[in-house]
């Protein structure tokens, strides 16, 4: 059990511990020192172990865990055959596009006169 005192030293290993993740060794808190993104990965496993600062002995058996990185919305649309035309008739069911066409690009529209 800590009792605060200093006595004990928390290590962390596995999957980005020292690069990604860093643990105070004194209060064994666990902090992200990276960016995370979701895109990049997306769970890490981790392991964190309580030993007597004066012996190296583990005070406990190491515990694992696995940290999941959530997704949030940081990449902007893209649309990358646009422009898009799309009708929908009135009274269609919610989700239902009955048309979508991908028009040419503009430099590609010749009229002859």
Do not use: C, W
């Not at 928390?10 to 808190?29: K, N, P």
């Not at 600062?53 to 865990?65: D, V, Y």
């Not at 990358?80 to 799309?86: M, N, R, T, W």
């Amino acid at each position: 059990m800590d009792r605060g005192d200093g006595s004990i030293k928390y290590i962390l290993s596995g999957e980005g511990a020292g690069i990604v993740f860093t643990i105070d060794d004194t209060t064994g808190d666990i902090h992200a020192i990276q960016r995370l993104d979701r895109e990049e990965r997306s769970q890490y496993t981790l392991r964190a172990q309580a030993l007597d600062r004066r012996t190296g002995r583990p005070m406990e058996p190491e515990s694992e865990f696995i940290i999941k990185i959530q997704d949030i919305n940081d990449n902007e649309p893209k649309f990358l055959d646009g422009p898009y035309v799309a009708s929908v008739p009135e009274m269609s069911p919610v989700g239902k596009a009955d048309f979508v066409e991908s028009l040419p690009p503009v430099s590609k529209l010749v009229t002859k006169t």
